[in-house]
């Protein structure tokens, strides 16, 4: 069979959601003939990528908007109309191709954003939608640490809400022959707007390619007397830090700890401001950004992951620590509640108030800090549980046996 992808950002040699738009045509070449529509920007090491790995099967098309109109590549801003107005056009070049190919099924992959579903169900064939996610929302628990950013929040929302009401993407919705959602606040959002509910599957839009797993930490790596505990990404508010230093200044332990923060962005300066006032300093280390390459030692030589977002589809960086052997503590809310279970991590429960989940993160911490045999024994679990159901080999399995052969 043949399958077109849609995805706007795409990209071999990246992570995050670029790499989930190279991922899924890279893994799916073993079941099917494979195609690719994707933007200009990334085509030299797309070209390179398959050139170098002799790569013959998979086939790569390029569609952009008109130069004039692309302030982006300009300018590096407005990213989003840019996707709007890629998405507006491309409906063009797909139908050009499936005239030629008579493809059997094209699948959006990128962006996954539930709002925007573009075109590419108006093809003659079957449609899949996603994995997508974008409607999970802040809870109002965390409303003191989303004061300043609470317009774009309230937008954000009111951009979300209006989907219910936007007949053209409500008809567009219901074309799909699969929809696929990547959390399960997702999930309940999208079934509540078509009309067969059971072509909504829950899938999350990320894996890890089985060639970046490596012998863990947990093999590897001998036990230090100070522990590291690890974070990485954007410095940006929904990500939670704030929330993640006050809570790390909560805990009191006689074994010695460190909080490595990797990345950078527009909360940095406030945060290494923050850390200070909270006295914690001396515990907390900002790495800034970092080659691959160096986030590779970082994992192998940290004991534990946080990930304290206070909304997120999944994240990346989930699947990378889990597959070094790091347990992880986050909230049981989004992608994160699906991927990590009791045996390879600590959900922080976020239906109490505010001081209680401080407590309670705070508990998880100082238990993995001074329980090394807990840690370990997770460790290994987290390990095992993305090589057993999240390699990109077996996602793409699943989605062969239990989704594609469905519809």
Not at 61 to 80: A, E, M, R, V
Not at 226 to 251: D, H, M, P, Q
């Amino acid at each position: 069979m043949k399958i077109l992808y849609s995805a706007f950002t795409a990209h071999p040699y990246s992570g995050s959601e670029a790499q989930c738009g190279w991922a899924w045509p890279y893994a799916m070449r073993s079941y099917h003939d494979v195609f690719l529509l994707t933007r200009n920007e990334n085509k030299s090491d797309i070209e390179k990528y398959l050139r170098e790995n002799n790569i013959t099967n998979i086939k790569v098309f390029y569609h952009d908007i008109p130069k004039f109109l692309n302030i982006y590549g300009k300018t590096g801003k407005l990213y989003f109309p840019y996707y709007i107005l890629w998405q507006a056009t491309v409906k063009y070049t797909i139908k050009k191709l499936h005239k030629k190919y008579q493809f059997d099924y094209i699948q959006h992959i990128t962006l996954g954003d539930f709002r925007i579903i573009g075109s590419a169900y108006k093809a003659n064939t079957k449609f899949i939608f996603g994995p997508v996610g974008g409607a999970q929302i802040t809870p109002e628990v965390f409303e003191p640490y989303i004061k300043k950013h609470k317009k774009s929040e309230i937008v954000r929302q009111l951009i979300n809400k209006s989907t219910k009401y936007n007949i053209f993407y409500r008809h567009a919705l219901n074309r799909a022959d699969l929809i696929l959602a990547a959390n399960r606040e997702t999930l309940n959002y999208l079934s509540s707007l078509v009309r067969d509910k059971s072509k909504c599957r829950l899938l999350t839009e990320n894996g890890i390619m089985e060639s970046k797993i490596c012998t863990p930490s947990f093999i590897t790596k001998e036990k230090n007397d100070t522990v590291n505990i690890l974070w990485a990404g954007r410095f940006i508010y929904r990500k939670g830090l704030k929330f993640l230093l006050e809570t790390l200044s909560l805990v009191k332990s006689n074994r010695s700890f460190k909080l490595l923060l990797v990345g950078n962005g527009p909360e940095e300066d406030s945060l290494k401001k923050l850390a200070s006032e909270l006295g914690i300093e001396d515990k907390v280390i900002f790495y800034g950004r970092i080659p691959y390459t160096k986030m590779k030692e970082l994992y192998l030589s940290s004991d534990f992951f946080v990930f304290p977002s206070l909304r997120e589809t999944t994240g990346t960086v989930l699947f990378e620590a889990m597959s070094n052997g790091l347990p992880v503590i986050s909230f049981n809310q989004n992608g994160a509640d699906l991927l990590i279970n009791e045996k390879c991590g600590i959900k922080v429960n976020i239906n109490q108030p505010l001081d209680d989940i401080k407590n309670s993160f705070a508990a998880a911490i100082k238990q993995l800090i001074e329980n090394d045999e807990l840690r370990l024994s997770l460790g290994k679990n987290a390990y095992q549980r993305i090589c057993d159901s999240f390699t990109w080999q077996h996602k793409c399995e699943t989605f062969e046996e239990k989704f594609l052969k469905e519809i």
